[in-house]
């Protein structure tokens, strides 16, 4: 497998950067990959741990499901806030706590789980690095249950392993697509397309919503919208996905993101300058994606709402939009777009 596909955020003076009000993501330090000697492509011995709120995360259930990897690849789901000050493992750790109850709902989320795929019962994603002497603590995390190790951290890798072994894990689906085809040209295109859309959307929505300096925030809100219009005007030719007739990687990637912004990024990640609604060709190609049979079920905006409202500066969580319609049911009405 092709190692340099996550384009990894470059870590040059990172310390540095985040003190002038920089957002720098880090790096994943697990690498291994399916179909490595200690990690054959084998039916359920393969485990994922997510938070339905976290984008990375998404790509991957959203891989898991369009592959049809739903029975063999089991799954965890976190509780999309954190835990506080007063935890006494302490702040902002990924938790698995079915019975904690969300503010938005009052109630508890019942997408959420305890953890199972250790065999241990551990409350927090943390436990699941210490096991293995990692200081670690992110999410996704891709996970052997039979070797009891874990294999990958990095969104992206998972990704493309779950895709180029998606037969031998016991993928179901007659029709899967093929994320990464063989063909030479289509593979250029998606990593031209992937390169931009990790660099100015999906990092970019956390460059503009997390810095803390005006001008750093300024030049990725320019940077999301240009390529928002970009992707419209490339498919304005009629095209059904990115690269042309099939679903690729490349869409998958840009999705998470887009399903978040009007409900959630607009306001959140301070990206007003226009709702996806507002790109007529990016929003019927939103609706064609959310349409993809186990897409809908893949990814969660209840989990979204609570867990970036839920931990902003008052926790109180916006209950809209509810024009022209509410979240996620708007992206079933591709005529919604002018």
Not at 43 to 64: D, E, M, S
Request: contains cysteine; proline residues 6%.
């Amino acid at each position: 497998m092709n190692k340099d596909i996550s384009t990894q955020e470059d870590q040059k003076d990172a310390k540095g950067r985040r003190a002038r009000g920089e957002f720098v993501r880090g790096v994943s330090g697990f690498r291994h990959a399916i179909g490595d000697a200690d990690f054959p492509p084998e039916p359920g011995r393969y485990h994922l741990f997510v938070a339905l709120n976290c984008p990375w995360c998404h790509r991957v259930t959203l891989a898991r499901a369009v592959l049809g990897l739903q029975d063999s690849i089991t799954i965890d789901v976190a509780f999309p806030n954190r835990t506080d000050e007063a935890d006494p493992a302490g702040p902002n750790l990924w938790e698995f706590s079915p019975n904690r109850i969300a503010t938005l709902t009052g109630a508890p989320l019942p997408d959420c789980t305890r953890e199972t795929g250790t065999g241990a019962g551990l409350r927090l994603a943390k436990e699941i690095y210490q096991r293995e002497g990692s200081d670690e603590q992110s999410v996704p995390i891709l996970y052997d249950k039979g070797a009891g190790r874990i294999v990958n951290n990095e969104s992206a890798e998972i990704v493309r392993m779950l895709d180029a072994h998606a037969e031998a894990l016991g993928g179901t689906s007659s029709d899967r697509p093929i994320l990464t085809p063989d063909d030479h040209d289509t593979q250029t295109q998606i990593a031209t397309l992937n390169d931009r859309i990790y660099t100015t959307i999906n990092n970019g929505a956390y460059k503009a919503g997390f810095s803390s300096d005006q001008a750093v925030y300024a030049k990725a809100f320019d940077a999301y919208f240009q390529t928002l219009a970009w992707l419209d005007d490339l498919l304005s030719d009629g095209r059904a996905f990115l690269t042309g007739d099939n679903f690729t990687e490349a869409d998958l990637r840009l999705f998470p993101t887009l399903y978040r912004h009007d409900p959630v990024y607009y306001l959140r990640m301070k990206l007003n300058g226009a709702r996806i609604l507002d790109y007529p060709h990016l929003w019927r190609w939103l609706c064609r994606v959310y349409g993809i049979s186990g897409v809908a079920e893949a990814g969660s905006l209840v989990h979204c709402r609570q867990g970036y409202f839920g931990r902003s500066w008052n926790g109180v969580i916006p209950l809209g939009p509810h024009a022209p319609m509410t979240y996620p049911d708007a992206y079933l009405h591709p005529e919604l777009a002018k």
